[in-house]
């Protein structure tokens, strides 16, 4: 594409429109961002300092690492960076604050047996914290209907699990295992009442419910660099690297599509696609604009004949 906006003018509008404002409040958007392969770590870097400086959760996926026509290879790349042990006990302690517990000196980073450390701030029993706080975890998460049934169970075991003392062993690596795609076999958490395996029919639910999660536990939302440039080679270079077929492609754009389309239920989400001049130009044979779908979401209707639209879906960046 010809147009082309230089890349710190463009994350200053990502910023102000996006970041410090419309996702922060639990909106969601899917940017699409043509550029040139010397300004990509470029912009991991920026982008994740961004996100660093404003409490979000930061994620990088790339096409020639896991398949990203595959919904729950999405999840599965997005869940293995997630700290799921840190966002349960930023939970617990979300909830001991509406207990009005002390928590003062109480860190969720740290290592231990965090409800031993609010029963240690507030000068109480170990157990009595969890006792107290137990009730607050099934009507705070495993009653919360806008996660999937299985996915809330899994956060309140999580949540109830972090009561694991120090010599203890903790019991959750099977959940966590299930939700990185470790060990996707259900009967392995079957004995945690979960049932639902994660797979290309419900995947799009835990993208969801895991989104979700992100904002519930406390973090302003999730930011996801999703580098779709491998999709864009027409031709199996034979390099040993992963290789998209053109219906594999057309599946990828069909997942973009669909995450255009339910914007409304990612909470928090801002997912920028880092692509190629190969994926923007119309007569290429990987475009997005073999799929229509795709194309009549992002192609820009309005165009200023000297300025580029800053907040357009696609832009290239220089």
């Known amino acids: 594409m010809s147009d082309t906006i230089p890349i710190q003018d463009w994350l200053q509008i990502i910023d102000r429109e996006y970041l410090s404002t419309f996702i922060k409040d639990g909106g969601a958007s899917v940017k699409f961002a043509v550029t040139p392969d010397p300004l990509k770590s470029n912009l991991d870097a920026e982008v994740s300092g961004y996100c660093q400086r404003m409490d979000y959760r930061f994620v990088k996926l790339d096409a020639v690492t896991i398949r990203v026509h595959m919904p729950q290879d999405i999840f599965f790349g997005l869940a293995r960076q997630i700290d799921w042990r840190l966002l349960a006990r930023r939970m617990i302690m979300k909830l001991a604050a509406r207990g009005s517990y002390t928590l003062e000196g109480v860190d969720p980073a740290a290592c231990g047996n965090i409800f031993d450390a609010i029963a240690k701030a507030n000068d109480l029993e170990p157990d009595s914290v969890l006792r107290e706080i137990r009730p607050n975890i099934e009507n705070a998460i495993l009653k919360d209907t806008q996660m999937a049934r299985d996915f809330r169970v899994a956060m309140s075991h999580l949540c109830w699990l972090e009561n694991t003392h120090e010599d203890g062993h903790y019991q959750g690596e099977p ?144």
Not at 231 to 250: C, E, I, Q
Not at 256 to 285: C, H, S, W, Y
Not at 291 to 312: E, F, G, H, S, T
């Open 175 to 318: 959940i966590l295992d299930w939700l990185t795609g470790v060990n996707t076999r259900i009967s392995n958490v079957r004995s945690f009442s979960i049932y639902t395996p994660i797979n290309r029919a419900t995947a799009r639910y835990f993208i969801e419910s895991a989104l979700y999660w992100v904002r519930h536990a406390g973090y302003p939302g999730t930011v996801i660099l999703l580098d779709n440039s491998r999709v864009t080679v027409a031709r199996n270079p034979k390099d040993g690297l992963r290789f998209y077929t053109r219906p594999t492609a057309m599946d990828h754009y069909e997942l973009l599509r669909e995450f255009i389309d339910d914007l409304d239920r990612l909470a928090g989400m801002l997912l920028v696609v880092v692509t190629n001049q190969d994926f923007a130009e119309e007569n290429k044979p990987r475009s997005y604009r073999i799929y229509q779908a795709l194309r009549y979401r992002i192609m820009n209707d309005v165009r200023d004949r000297n300025r580029v639209n800053p907040i357009a879906s696609l832009v290239g960046l220089e």
